[in-house]
C-alpha cells in the first residue's frame, strides 16, 4: 500500500487549496482513508476521513464548514478542498488509509501512511 500526499503550499488568509493523495495497493473495496495534521505545537489530529462502504464522510468541528473531503474511485484519488483558509489551518497534512474498515478520526488506528505535505496560511 502506498499513499502519496501532494498540493500544499503557501496561501493568504481566505485563500484555497486543494490537497490531493494518491493512493495504490489497496487489496479490499472497503477501506476508511482520510486527512491528519498536524501543526507547530499539536500533535497529528484527524481533519476529515472517507469510508468507502456506504461513502460516508467526517470533518472535525473547526473545520466543516470550510474543507470538503471528496474521492475519484476511479483516479484512486482522495482531495481535501480547502477554503477561507486561517492562519491556524496551517499544519503538515498527512493522508491515511485502512483496509477492511471504515473511516474514523483516530490517527492511531491507521496503518498506512503517505508523507506529509505543508500548508503554511499567511495572516
Known amino acids: 500500500v502506498q499513499l502519496q500526499a501532494f498540493g500544499g503550499g503557501l496561501v493568504q488568509a481566505g485563500g484555497s487549496l486543494r490537497l490531493s493523495c494518491e493512493y495504490s495497493?489497496?487489496?479490499?473495496?472497503?477501506?476508511?482513508i482520510g486527512w491528519f495534521r498536524q501543526g507547530p505545537i499539536n500533535g497529528r489530529v484527524g481533519t476529515s476521513c472517507f469510508s468507502s462502504a456506504d461513502n460516508s464522510t467526517w470533518y472535525e468541528e473547526s473545520v466543516k464548514d470550510r474543507l470538503t473531503i471528496s474521492r475519484d474511485a476511479a483516479k484512486s484519488t482522495l482531495y481535501l478542498q480547502m477554503n477561507d483558509l486561517k492562519p491556524e489551518d496551517t499544519a503538515v497534512y498527512y493522508c491515511?488509509?485502512?483496509?477492511?474498515?471504515?473511516?474514523?478520526?483516530?490517527?492511531?488506528?491507521?496503518?498506512?501512511w503517505g508523507q506529509g505535505t505543508l500548508v503554511t496560511v499567511s495572516s
Open positions: 495497493g489497496f487489496t479490499s473495496p472497503f477501506y476508511g
Open positions: 491515511a488509509a485502512n483496509l477492511g474498515s471504515i473511516g474514523n478520526s483516530s490517527p492511531g488506528t491507521y496503518r498506512y
